[in-house]
């Protein structure tokens, strides 16, 4: 016969005690306390009840706490979730693992957009003209234009309003791969495997200079913020041969050359605190003195060639004074300074952060202008990372990868949700202006809009008749430009 032994009661009874959840009930409160995304305590601490949903907390930061005097929309985050819509805190807090009362809960407020892009649902433009497959596409900083960049040698230029072909730029001998312009808009460079930098005046399509000097192809472009340079006559190239050069379009020579790295720089950035951040297939970055050209500083960590660079201030530096509401500034003083203005408010009263994404599957978030150091390392993709984008609010980063998903991050580099829909590698992605949605381009030769607030696919958007190799969300919101092998350049809109 056999033996059973049996516990103890009162074994058994704290046991079931100490397995219990705590638990909290609808009709309790809780002590509260609003902080800002850097951390700082906004206003007192408020005996909150946990019934309270978004509308009452947008009512009370607006109201009360910081007494708007126009109300302002603002996302709220409880333990790292959002409070969307139809939740309370009360169902944040059912939802974690340990519940304390007596601890004080901090709620995230974060400022949204006020203006908002509707999301695109259709191709409106199929427009054919080249005759080899897009490389590059990129709207002028007020939307107006949009520049592509060919494997037939070309650079076309592109009204949007109209849907039509504007200008041709022709000047190049191989391969066009990438097209980047002024964040003035008044000029347009062009990079390519011939080893030269052309630039373009984009009213007339002109070739204006013509810059030799690389060993290889030329990579990556990036010009000198506005906020910096009201002229906006400098820019960096970088080369697969190892080096980049900083330009001087009105001394028309190299002022720079930037010669640390010993493989391949893959990409460019010119940052808003007078740094230039080099990436490289040797697995390091380097940060340089834009001014005086000297080697900064070498941030370490990656295991493979890092592929891929952003700011969090890119989408303020790209388009430098433009802005939704089509302001546009005669005085080169006058878009300095509202340049200026846009870049410290996404900047905040921090540095400047830099996020990386390597063929070793990670990504590394910097403050590369005071330390060597990551702040985190981000991990979960299968494969290399193919591009990383911060939003233009700089409050998310997306990654996109060969592993057919995107995965999104908050500031901090805290892992946040999947998006899983392509079947094919990921090539590229691209923001909306107000935050709220990315476009992404893929080898299955789709287009797809993921929303950020529910998390989820929002558009899948097949036409392309092979891979999409790179996309573009207008400043303006307007319109998605998608180019592909297909030759094919398409426009898509609401």
């Known amino acids: 016969m056999k033996r059973t ?177 002024s964040p003035d808009g008044r000029k347009l460079a062009s990079g390519s495997m011939d080893k030269t930098i052309r630039i373009w005046d984009p009213t007339t399509g002109e070739q204006l200079q013509r810059y030799t000097g690389h060993r290889e192809c030329i990579t990556s472009i990036s010009w000198e913020p506005l906020h910096q340079n009201a002229e906006g006559n400098r820019f960096v190239s970088a080369s697969r041969d190892g080096t980049a050069r900083v330009w001087d379009a009105t001394k028309r020579l190299c002022v720079r050359s930037l010669g640390a790295h010993t493989e391949s720089i893959t990409c460019v950035k010119w940052g808003g605190e007078g740094l230039i951040y080099t990436a490289s297939q040797d697995t390091t970055i380097k940060v340089w003195s834009a001014n005086e050209g000297k080697l900064v500083r070498v941030l370490k960590g990656h295991g493979h060639w890092v592929n891929t660079l952003s700011l969090n201030t890119d989408y303020v530096l790209r388009t430098g004074a433009y802005d939704h509401t089509g302001v546009s500034y005669d005085n080169p003083i006058e878009a300095q300074e509202k340049a200026l203005e846009r870049y410290n408010a996404v900047k905040g009263p921090g540095p400047e952060k830099l996020v990386s994404g390597s063929d070793d599957h990670t990504c590394y978030l910097w403050e590369p202008s005071v330390s060597k150091q990551p702040l985190t390392r981000m991990t979960g993709h299968g494969k290399l990372i193919n591009i990383v984008s911060f939003s233009p609010d700089g409050n998310y980063i997306a990654s996109a990868s060969f592993d057919k998903n995107i995965k999104l991050w908050a500031s901090n580099g805290r892992y946040v949700t999947t998006f899983r829909g392509h079947v094919g590698e990921v090539y590229q992605l691209s923001w909306s202006a107000d935050s709220r949605m990315f476009v992404t381009g893929s080898k299955d030769s789709t287009l797809k809009v993921w929303d950020i607030r529910h998390k989820k696919l929002r558009e899948d958007l097949p036409g392309h008749a092979d891979e999409v190799y790179s996309v573009d969300w207008g400043p303006d919101g307007g319109f998605v430009a998608s180019g592909s092998k297909d030759k094919l350049l398409k426009l898509w809109r609401n």
């Open 5 to 181: 032994t049996q516990e103890n009661p009162t074994t058994v009874k704290r046991r079931k005690m100490s397995e219990k959840k705590p638990t909290i009930t609808q009709n309790e409160t809780v002590l509260a306390q609003f902080v800002t995304p850097d951390g700082e305590a906004t206003g007192p601490k408020l005996a909150l009840p946990v019934s309270i949903d978004h509308t009452d907390l947008h009512t009370l930061i607006n109201d009360h706490i910081l007494q708007n005097q126009e109300k302002l929309p603002y996302s709220f985050f409880a333990h790292d979730e959002e409070i969307t819509s139809n939740q309370s805190v009360f169902s944040i807090l059912l939802s974690q693992d340990e519940v304390n009362p007596e601890e004080v809960l901090q709620i995230v407020y974060v400022p949204q957009a006020i203006f908002r892009v509707r999301s695109i649902t259709r191709c409106t433009s199929s427009l054919p003209g080249h005759t080899e497959a897009i490389l590059d596409v990129s709207f002028s900083p007020d939307g107006l234009l949009l520049a592509t960049a060919s494997g037939d040698t070309t650079i076309r230029l592109w009204e949007t309003s109209t849907c039509t072909p504007y200008k041709e730029c022709k000047g190049h001998s191989n391969w066009v791969l990438c097209v980047v312009w």
